[in-house]
């Protein structure tokens, strides 16, 4: 809950979740003024003692520091300025969405009855088949999944928009037609009457696409997007629109606008991003299916962290006409964004891309692949050969996500597949590579798309290394190499704004290191990949910053624009909990550091494992991802059995 305008301004609940975004809240705004003015005193006073140092005489040194002193003081204070109507404007909003919950809630309330409690443990595929016997109707399915949702936000922050109403209404009509279809001996469409959940990045009529942004707040869209208007042409009713972080481009769920999202298996750690909002609210049983979208993981990332399933489609297999602009970056048009779903099984993913994957979404977007759902190539049980490896050379995984990787070497050779070992020297080149181009043009995209609004602290790391002036870089990279920071040192070396020549050279190298994967993969006959869906479980709140490295096990099926997806594997033991962490490249860097500190916090937390096939065999990826949920067996999220709040 958020408070007026004029006071201290933070949240008054008192969870780890809020608290967080509390800090987060006034970091927005710069940060606090006893913070600001000291970090300007100090550059003051290192401006006077260099100005003493060279021999500048004493009035020039006192003109300069009294003009830079007065130039801090009017940014400051602009900057403050700047940021009151975003605020205000986001608490709007916030007060908007609120106040449809608590109306919703005086109606309806929260509290689940006994059948609605099993309901919502049910697969999507299952209430579809409930809906197809009779036993089960479609408002039904919708109102306890409303109520489901609703509640558990006030712990999760997951939800952006909730146009419930319309999705009750419209549940309603999915019923009539239903009957009308039956009375009629016609078959159903294949969503019809179930609630699905949307990522705040989707275009829907009537809702904001802030994409976790003040400025995009209190623009409702007139009219559907391509890809959700397929949803409802598929009979598909989205009754929610879950949470993103600002700019779509960190590995959590937090943001002004929104609040710092929570996992459902432990509220003090992320769920994930960018569509943490779809993984919290999924994980918890608030949404049978969901739609989220992939750049580097932000759909595999919130499934490995919340303990759900996910999958990132082939690039220009799923289109992306619908979906509100990430920023005006080039590195998009080299490394593709992709939309996928999110779900509790595998089957169920399959039948959100059987929906979509149709007639009318290459008619509206020609430059689509034409290519249907391949039914058979799902259901084969040939068997395969499949590459592994569980390290990339770049992040050494935790040793539950080594586990994870080994259930699934065994379960898919019980299954008859062979299991090849494939090197993975070129990861590292990949990651670096997948960091140069996605940040060529040196974080403007971000700077340009929040038109003004204070930049999350989160981003800041990356956005001071790009603007590092290019005769100073070699300087900062030699002092990190000396200081045994190696890894963040060959970061520091390739990121930052490109030129015209240098970015078309990293272009090419990206298309090079492409048909380099293939080539490995062809020349050891292998037909799918199996690694870690992550280094690590989910991170606490306050370790994301550190950590945005450990995600290169997503990154690179981004830029080989290979289909994968991940399933939940074990969870972390507290022999896991307590490993003594080592990096086999890197020794003992800051990253390394920072992984020995949350590891004791991950004890119960899931551990999901990832498959990846080359470009357009999705149903292949598909089909070894059923097995291992089959064979593997993940017992579920423990979050269901809480009670939930009335």
């Given at each position: 809950q958020w408070p007026p305008m004029g006071s201290a301004r933070l949240p008054q609940c008192v969870c780890a979740s809020c608290q967080d975004t509390a800090r987060r809240y006034t970091a927005a705004s710069g940060g606090p003024l006893w913070r600001q003015c000291a970090w300007s005193l100090l550059v003051l006073a290192g401006v006077l003692?260099?100005?003493?140092?060279?021999?500048?005489?004493?009035?020039?040194?006192?003109?300069?520091?009294?003009?830079?002193?007065?130039?801090?003081?009017?940014?400051?204070?602009?900057?403050?300025?700047?940021?009151?109507?975003?605020?205000?404007?986001?608490?709007?909003?916030?007060?908007?969405?609120?106040?449809?919950?608590?109306?919703?809630?005086?109606?309806?309330?929260?509290?689940?009855?006994?059948?609605?409690?099993?309901?919502?443990?049910?697969?999507?595929?299952?209430?579809?088949?409930r809906l197809d016997k009779g036993t089960l109707t479609s408002h039904a399915i919708t109102l306890a999944f409303c109520k489901r949702a609703l509640a558990v936000d006030s712990d999760l922050h997951c939800l952006a928009d909730v146009p419930v109403t319309e999705a009750l209404a419209a549940a309603e009509q999915a019923d009539k037609r239903r009957a009308r279809m039956a009375k009629e001996g016609k078959p159903n469409r294949p969503l019809e009457g179930l609630p699905v959940s949307v990522k705040d990045q989707f275009t829907q009529r009537g809702c904001d696409s802030t994409c976790g942004q003040m400025t995009k707040t209190l623009c409702p869209k007139p009219e559907d997007g391509l890809l959700v208007s397929l949803l409802r042409d598929a009979g598909a009713i989205p009754f929610v629109r879950t949470a993103t972080p600002q700019c779509l481009m960190?590995?959590?769920?937090?943001?002004?606008?929104?609040?710092?999202?929570?996992?459902?298996?432990?509220?003090?750690?992320?769920?994930?991003?960018?569509?943490?909002?779809?993984?919290?609210?999924?994980?918890?049983?608030?949404?049978?299916l969901g739609f989220g979208t992939d750049i580097g993981g932000s759909i595999r990332i919130p499934a490995h962290f919340c303990g759900i399933a996910g999958f990132k489609p082939t690039p220009m297999r799923t289109t992306l006409m619908g979906l509100e602009p990430m920023a005006s970056r080039s590195g998009v048009h080299v490394i593709r964004p992709t939309a996928g779903p999110l779900a509790r099984s595998v089957d169920d993913l399959t039948l959100m891309l059987k929906a979509l994957w149709v007639d009318r979404m290459h008619v509206e977007d020609p430059y689509v692949a034409y290519k249907p759902f391949d039914d058979k190539e799902y259901k084969s049980t040939q068997p395969l050969t499949i590459g592994w490896f569980d390290e990339d050379c770049w992040f050494t995984p935790c040793s539950a996500s080594r586990r994870a990787v080994q259930m699934a070497r065994e379960t898919l050779e019980a299954r008859g597949h062979t299991l090849v070992k494939l090197p993975t020297?070129?990861?590292?080149?990949?990651?670096?590579?997948?960091?140069?181009?996605?940040?060529?043009?040196?974080?403007?995209?971000?700077?340009?798309?929040?038109?003004?609004?204070?930049?999350?602290?989160?981003?800041?790391?990356?956005?001071?290394?790009?603007?590092?002036?290019?005769?100073?870089?070699?300087?900062?990279?030699?002092?990190?190499?000396?200081?045994?920071?190696?890894?963040?040192?060959?970061?520091?070396?390739?990121?930052?704004?490109?030129?015209?020549?240098?970015?078309?050279?990293?272009?090419?190298?990206?298309?090079?290191?492409?048909?380099?994967?293939?080539?490995?993969?062809?020349?050891?006959?292998?037909?799918?990949?199996?690694?870690?869906?992550?280094?690590?479980?989910?991170?606490?709140?306050?370790?994301?910053?550190?950590?945005?490295?450990?995600?290169?096990?997503?990154?690179?099926?981004?830029?080989?624009?290979?289909?994968?997806?991940?399933?939940?594997?074990?969870?972390?033991?507290?022999q896991d909990a307590a490993e003594a962490y080592t990096d086999t490249y890197f020794g003992a860097d800051k990253l390394v550091r920072s992984v020995r500190a949350m590891l004791p916090t991950t004890e119960g937390l899931p551990i999901g494992v990832q498959v990846a096939a080359l470009p357009m065999e999705d149903e292949k990826a598909l089909r070894l991802l059923a097995e291992l949920e089959a064979s593997l067996a993940f017992p579920g999220v423990p979050f269901v059995q809480m009670q939930t709040k009335k």
């Open positions: 003692a260099t100005s003493w140092y060279i021999g500048v005489s004493v009035q020039r040194t006192t003109t300069l520091v009294t003009t830079l002193a007065v130039l801090a003081f009017v940014r400051l204070i602009v900057f403050k300025l700047d940021q009151g109507p975003l605020i205000e404007r986001a608490e709007k909003k916030r007060e908007q969405r609120d106040g449809l919950i608590q109306q919703f809630k005086e109606k309806y309330g929260f509290e689940l009855t006994s059948e609605e409690s099993e309901l919502i443990k049910l697969t999507a595929c299952e209430l579809l088949e960190l590995p959590s769920c937090d943001s002004v606008t929104w609040g710092c999202g929570a996992n459902p298996w432990k509220h003090t750690h992320t769920p994930g991003g960018s569509s943490g909002g779809e993984g919290a609210l999924i994980g918890s049983c608030g949404s049978p020297h070129q990861c590292r080149d990949i990651m670096l590579t997948y960091l140069a181009v996605i940040l060529g043009d040196g974080s403007q995209g971000f700077v340009d798309l929040l038109e003004g609004e204070a930049i999350h602290p989160d981003y800041m790391q990356g956005r001071i290394t790009s603007l590092i002036p290019s005769l100073l870089r070699p300087f900062v990279v030699a002092l990190l190499h000396a200081l045994g920071q190696s890894r963040l040192a060959s970061v520091c070396q390739i990121v930052g704004a490109k030129s015209a020549q240098q970015f078309w050279d990293w272009t090419n190298h990206v298309t090079h290191l492409q048909h380099l994967f293939a080539d490995v993969m062809r020349e050891h006959s292998v037909e799918a990949l199996v690694c870690p869906a992550g280094a690590l479980p989910a991170l606490p709140f306050d370790s994301v910053k550190h950590l945005v490295g450990s995600f290169s096990y997503t990154t690179m099926f981004n830029l080989l624009h290979f289909p994968s997806g991940v399933v939940p594997a074990t969870c972390v033991t507290k």
